[in-house]
């Protein structure tokens, strides 16, 4: 205990460069598995092929994949851009099946009416279909957001800066509560990020208020 | 000399010296299959019952989502060192982290499994004067089998592809080949390595995806 | 890339061309390097008072990184520390690049980096060889008494009942013998396949990836393994009475401290640190690390306690 107390400032260091890696693949996977769960759905062969990718994508191991992916795409490994491309790619594999699912949880009936009422197709994707596949988007969105930053302690393996340095650190000088306030830091960032998602559904989607939105 | 580490990788893959002796392909393979498989099943000792008490009786389901929740965000690189730390080198620890790493997905798995069933449907069994363990095993979870077993292909994926951690704190598995190549800058093991896992979570998902569509009862099969 | 590296004397290949020309082609020959070059880190900021110190994501190494950097900011530079940095192949394109300035090295392991055939020499001979393998723009400053070396280190329980003082003597031990060590130590050339061309030992590697810490001692203490590569600078070993075994034929390379540096660390700066390096002497890395590991003290801390004791600040 003595150890954290010392070392707050070390750890608040480290939450703050683990949530900026955190949070741009998140707000990618969600920005970009809209028009690709559009897509797959569109075509049945295109929906099986995004599932298989998907599994194929998630069965990467994060560690080579971090290694790796600088001599592809031509970034540094220890550069958090680096970090944050691979967990978009990681978060595409979760988002855009649980996009697929969300918007095929629309019912044709509701979309024809829509355009029966003269609603444009970019109107009626906006105003119609996109928030009635919101909550299970906000709940795709939940695991995405709970599985990043999760797996940003990987990085610590290579130096890049994040919770996951605790992990490293703590093992090599055998400091347990160095650990366990890295693990302690990581859970409490992903419930709280969790949390906010939450709410951020219920502002935009007060419908949503009395059912609540609990799916996994 | 050679250009991509990935050629590079595929002629290690065909390399016969990787093929026998202590260090081969196949008796790595064997090894981190043996992980994935004590790790999902002692989960599901664990997380299957009570998915099911869950799913059944609607009783500490947020509990239980909150649980299963909080559960997804624990980073497992930080639990096999903190497990290690704890009780040394060896299987305990990396054992340990990939149970809690299968939980969530099974706990999800058996509780959606019997919640699937149609209320109509149980409540149609209660009134035939079905028990309740009756209700559970003849109704709810034949109708749920897709579901639970689909719970199994989740935290399996997960496992498979983590238990290359074992080899962090002194076990087997294929996760030798990836930190040894990483400690000696010797990406084309490393990329084999991690290929292979790959490939075996390939092959775990397909079978547990066949093992789903084979699970769904007869008469529900058309969906 | 070949692994299993064949024995070679360095003294034979020492000064001749060849030996710069095949790290160079080796260096070309990593995929990884240009792209990180131009990747990772922040800028390290272009006035010549400002340095960026950066160090392994190792405490000991760390340590020694902040007893250069408060140095150089008693000398008045302005010092960005990016510590805790993974890997040679993540650090060292940056020191090219210039993105960082300084950082404490080990003088086998970075020829070994430089050159994977590199075998065992004197820290002097190995020095003077960097001097020609290293690429243009960076350079090693003297070295120190220091050394954080790899070793086959046993509990003083086994090596009473075998009469074992050096590694030599594990050829007459009867029994199969385990080393607990880094996985990468099973193709480094002081690794099994060293053991047995220098010494006739059998071992083999149990994978413990925490660089000779706490597990690696831990399996040692619990009879896991016989035998654990644990660095030399490490508390633990005189902490646990442990025996490291002699290497009276220099398998094992030197590891002595070394800054290496970019071009930007000028004389002051290479004065400064030079000052710190030619007092650490092999105890005094033992008690930094002891400090941090067992006293759980912040580098912060360590360095400018051990620098005011040597009058360094």
């Known amino acids: 205990m003595t150890w954290v107390l010392e070392n707050l400032d070390v750890i608040g260091g480290y939450t703050g460069a683990h949530l900026l890696q955190a949070l741009p693949p998140i707000l990618v ?26 599994s194929l994508m998630y069965a990467i191991p994060s560690l080579p994949l971090f290694v790796l992916l600088p001599g592809l795409i031509g970034t540094g490994v220890r550069s958090p851009l680096n970090i944050s491309i691979a967990l978009s790619l990681y978060g595409l594999a979760l988002m855009v099946p649980a996009a697929a699912d969300a918007f095929r949880s629309v019912s044709r009936d509701v979309l024809g009416s829509a355009t029966a009422q003269g609603y444009a197709p970019g109107a009626r994707f906006f105003e119609v279909e996109l928030p009635l596949a919101g909550p299970v988007l906000l709940a795709g969105v939940r695991v995405v957001a709970v599985s990043t930053i999760s797996l940003v302690t990987v990085g610590g393996v290579l130096g890049v800066p994040s919770l996951g340095m605790l992990f490293v650190d703590g093992v090599r000088r055998g400091i347990a509560a160095e650990i366990a306030a890295g693990i302690v830091a990581t859970v409490v960032l992903a419930l709280l990020i969790d949390a906010l998602l939450v709410l951020l559904g219920r502002a935009v989607m007060p419908w949503t208020r009395r059912q609540g939105v609990s799916r996994p | 000399m050679t250009g991509s580490p990935f050629l590079e990788s595929l002629s290690w893959l065909v390399d016969p010296v990787h093929w026998s002796g202590p260090d081969s392909i196949p008796l790595r393979t064997l090894e981190h299959l043996g992980y994935t498989a004590l790790g999902v099943l002692v989960a599901a000792l664990l997380a299957v019952p009570v998915g099911l008490y869950v799913g059944h009786t609607g009783r500490m389901k947020s509990l239980a989502v909150a649980a299963a929740g909080a559960a997804r965000a624990l980073p497992t690189l930080g639990l096999v060192t903190l497990f290690a730390l704890l009780v040394g080198i060896g299987l305990t620890a990396p054992l340990l982290s ?14 959606s499994a019997v919640e699937s069933a149609d209320p109509a449907t149980v409540d149609a069994a209660r009134a ?18 897709p579901l639970l077993v689909g719970g199994f292909r989740g935290a399996t994926v997960q496992v498979v592809a983590t238990a290359m951690l074992a080899a962090y704190v002194g076990s087997g598995g294929l996760g030798r080949y990836i930190f040894q190549g990483l400690g000696s800058q010797n990406y084309p093991q490393m990329i084999a390595g991690s290929l292979l896992v790959i490939a075996l979570a390939l092959l775990l998902d397909l079978a547990l995806l066949l093992a789903q569509r084979l699970t769904a009862p007869p008469g529900a099969r058309a969906s | 890339m070949t692994i299993h590296s064949t024995r070679r004397h360095l003294l034979g290949a020492l000064g001749a061309g060849s030996l710069a020309l095949g790290a160079a082609a080796c260096g070309s020959s990593d995929p990884f390097s240009e792209e990180e070059a131009e990747g990772g880190g922040s800028d390290g900021g272009s006035g010549s008072g400002a340095l960026t110190i950066g160090s392994q994501a190792y405490y000991s190494n760390e340590i020694i990184a902040e007893l250069c950097a408060q140095v150089l900011e008693a000398e008045g530079f302005t010092v960005d520390r990016q510590y805790q940095i993974g890997q040679r192949e993540v650090y060292l394109p940056e020191l090219e690049a210039g993105s960082l300035d300084l950082l404490p090295e080990y003088l086998g392991n970075l020829l070994q980096h430089y050159d994977s055939e590199a075998a065992s020499a004197s820290p002097e001979e190995i020095h ?36 074992l ?10 029994e199969d013998l385990r080393i607990a060590a880094n996985s990468e130590f099973d193709v480094r050339p002081y690794g099994p396949e060293g053991a047995k061309e220098v010494y006739d030992v059998d071992v083999t590697v149990v994978p413990v990836e925490d660089s000779g810490g706490p597990l690696t001692v831990q399996s040692l203490l619990d009879g896991d393994v016989q035998l654990a590569d644990i660095y030399t600078a490490d508390p633990a070993i005189a902490e646990n009475d442990l025996v490291v075994l002699a290497d009276p034929e220099s398998m094992i390379l030197p590891q002595n401290v070394v800054p290496v540096v970019s071009e930007k660390v000028d004389e002051t700066a290479a004065t400064a640190i030079e000052g710190v390096i030619a007092q650490l002497s092999a105890d005094d890395l033992v008690e930094l690390n002891r400090q941090s590991v067992v006293d759980q003290a912040s580098s912060a801390d360590i360095a400018s306690g051990w620098l005011t004791e040597k009058g360094l600040l």
Do not use: C
């Open chain 2, 98 to 111: 990939f149970v809690i790493l299968a939980i969530p997905s099974l706990l999800a798995g058996a509780y």
């Open chain 2, 128 to 145: 035939q004067g079905m028990t309740e363990w009756q209700i559970l095993t003849r109704v709810e979870l034949p109708l749920g089998m």
């Open chain 1, 29 to 54: 996977a969600f920005l970009l598995s809209l028009p690709l769960a559009k897509l797959a759905n569109s075509r049945g062969w295109l929906r099986t092929s995004v599932t298989t990718t998907s």
């Open chain 3, 165 to 174: 003082t050096a590694i030599g003597d594990l050829a007459g031990v009867d």
């Open chain 3, 128 to 163: 003077g060889a960097l001097g020609e393998v290293l690429p243009a723009g960076l350079r090693v400053l003297a070295f120190a008494e220091a050394s954080d070396q790899d070793s086959y280190t046993t509990t003083s329980e086994f090596a009473s009942t075998h009469s």
